[in-house]
């Protein structure tokens, strides 16, 4: 859930350790980066959450373990692969980055598209390496009012986390950073952390652990750009200034 980096050459390390350039990704490379890097996502929020209810069936506590630690370990992997290209994952991250001035909005259409795109094709394939219909419409209600305040509160964190992290000029830490928080916030937000607009959709078409009622996903949405708005507002108190040492990761 880190954005891509910054649209100007970047300096890099060849591999015999001299200095090399290296231009931007080209838009399809960052579309599929992005399709892939959502659709793993989800698959492994919704597959672990299937094999941890198969596993621990009587443990719910046992279950948000093992969902939460696969989740937080895939988002470092995802990450550390695909931040050379684009690793948003997440439409409220894609928007803040327009936001900084990352990302050109129409880049950010095709992008977010490939994300939603992306957490649909995860979350059919979640489904078929658990035997279950290729779209099972979730069933589980996750409406109230704390449910919306702790996706306000989850979004607002992650992009605290993501570009508190790039823009101290600290990249190579975003990865370790995001999968720690998104572990956390597991547990220490009500609604278990969702706080990304694509994988909340996509979580709607698996009636599993990780799932979530149609009717419960437009109040989540809201919650998530509230807490997205509000984070980068406080981004640019904290940072005014991006180090300029992340326009070299």
């Keep these: 859930m880190t954005p891509r ?3 100007t050459t970047a300096s890099r390390i060849a591999a015999d350790g001299t200095a090399a350039r290296a231009t931007s990704p080209t838009i399809g490379r960052r579309v599929t980066a992005e399709l892939i890097g959502t659709a793993f996502l989800v ?7 299937i094999a941890a209810t198969r596993l621990s069936p009587n443990d719910v506590g046992l279950q948000l373990l093992q969902n ?10 995802l990450i550390l ?29 095709v992008l977010v598209g490939s994300q939603v795109a992306g957490g649909v094709l995860g979350a059919v394939a979640a489904n078929l390496m658990f035997d279950l219909g ?15 305040l702790a996706e306000v509160v989850a979004t607002f964190g992650l992009l605290i986390v ?11 830490t975003v990865a ?9 916030a597991y547990w220490f937000t009500s609604a278990t952390s969702f706080a990304n607009p694509a994988v909340t959709v996509a979580r709607m078409l698996s009636d599993s652990f990780a799932g979530i009622a149609p009717a419960s996903v437009a109040p989540f ?12 507002a406080v981004i640019r108190f904290l940072h005014p200034r991006p180090d300029v040492r992340q326009e070299t990761r």
């Design 68 to 77: 939460s630690l696969a989740t937080g370990a895939v988002l470092v992997a």
């Design 134 to 148: 290729p779209v099972t419409v979730s069933g589980q209600d996750r409406a109230g009012g704390h449910l919306f």
């Design 43 to 49: 698959a492994t929020v919704i597959g672990s959450g």
């Design 5 to 7: 980096p910054p649209p």
């Design 221 to 232: 949405l809201a919650a998530q750009v509230i807490g997205g708005a509000a984070a980068c």
């Design 162 to 172: 993501v570009f508190g992290s790039l823009r101290s000029g600290r990249a190579e």
């Design 176 to 184: 370790f950073a995001v999968g720690g928080y998104i572990a956390a």
């Design 81 to 109: 692969a695909l931040q050379p290209i684009s690793a948003a994952f997440n439409p409220v991250v894609t928007l803040a980055e327009v936001a900084f001035g990352l990302v050109r909005g129409r880049e950010a259409v």
